[in-house]
């Protein structure tokens, strides 16, 4: 009931969203691009839709600095505590209702993408590998998509109770991490770098990385294949999809670059699933659990095919062109 709810409060928002666009952008091109998105969001992207085409009211400075990687009370467990579910045969949702993180096996170990918030790290992926019963000495690699404090929170933890994996970001953003005075929930130890077109692999599982800068100078994305009940599932995973509404010309158009250089690869990969770190941009918190308890013969609800995993980034790069003009007048 929960669940239905908040998907009813989440289409009228759309809704009300929509007609606020329509009523208040002044420039043609921006109409343009807005409806663009809005035709290519249809009914799985519109969380992206209203998070990048509609400019959100000015966040508290301490919110952003949380994001950032600064400290933080951590909020009450009920509020963001979630259980892990199996979402394909050697895939798993370790997430939380707002960030997610994921486990991909293998036959020689395990790939654990992202870290979450410090607070979350702990009961989330290491407890969740034992309710999963999935063993963390087994963990040869986790993947940071980037040093945001929402995702990588957790990665001294989990440097720490797992002395046998690897942890890997974007070139840029160690480099941040190394340079910064404090990090996190703990400074971790530089490791290895995510370069682009790396291969992290464990047996018959393995990542490919796509550097993506935007979101942050050394944000990665990736491209995987798991199985879903016996059959290849392909799957790209865009590490960061947010941007800030008042940034220069410069910026968006990285950005952009970025996003079309992720969505080629994808095509090319031919995936037809896509996930994120954001619950709000592929609501992996509902679709984990809907794969979890799939009866005989239903599909996975992470498959959109191809086409779905375009619109995806028509959405991100059509709000993209929109925020471009607002903010730059370009």
Not at 6 to 33: C, F, H, M, N
Not at 72 to 94: G, I, S
Not at 157 to 176: F, N, R, S, T, V
């Amino acid at each position: 009931m929960n669940s239905l709810i908040t998907r009813i409060l989440a289409a009228a928002a759309w809704v009300a969203a929509v007609g606020i666009v329509s009523a208040q952008t002044p420039s043609g091109k921006i109409d343009e691009y807005l409806a663009a998105a809005k035709m290519a969001a249809g009914t799985e992207w519109a969380g992206t839709f209203l998070r990048l085409c509609i400019p959100p009211p000015a966040a508290p400075p301490a919110a952003g600095a949380a994001a950032r990687g600064g400290t933080r009370r951590p909020p009450a467990r009920e509020t963001w505590y979630a259980e892990p579910a199996k979402v394909a045969d050697n895939l798993y949702f370790l997430g939380t209702k707002i960030h997610s993180s994921w486990a991909i096996v293998g036959s020689q170990g395990i790939i654990i993408i992202e870290a979450l918030f410090d607070y979350a790290a702990n009961d989330e992926i290491l407890e969740g590998l034992k309710k999963l019963a999935l063993d963390k000495s087994k963990v040869k690699y986790v993947i940071l998509s980037h040093a945001h404090a929402d995702h990588d929170g957790g990665a001294k933890l989990l440097q720490d109770q797992m002395p046998g994996a690897h942890l890997i970001y974007g070139a840029e953003d160690w480099d941040a991490i190394d340079k910064s005075a404090s990090h996190a929930g703990g400074k971790p130890k530089h490791d290895v770098t995510g370069d682009d077109g790396m291969r992290v692999s464990v047996g018959d599982a393995s990542v490919q990385i796509v550097t993506m800068p935007g979101h942050t100078p050394g944000t990665l994305s990736y491209l995987f294949e798991v199985k879903d009940r016996g059959k290849p599932l392909r799957v790209a995973y865009v590490g960061g999809t947010a941007f800030p509404f008042n940034a220069n010309a410069a910026y968006y158009d990285r950005y952009l670059a970025s996003s079309k250089k992720v969505a080629k690869a994808a095509a090319d990969y031919g995936a037809t699933a896509l996930l994120s770190n954001h619950s709000e941009f592929d609501d992996a918190f509902f679709k984990a659990h809907s794969a979890a308890n799939r009866q005989p013969g239903e599909a996975n609800p992470f498959e959109v095919g191809a086409d779905g995993v375009a619109r995806y980034f028509s959405v991100v790069q059509n709000c993209t062109e929109a925020a471009k003009i607002r903010a730059a007048g370009q």
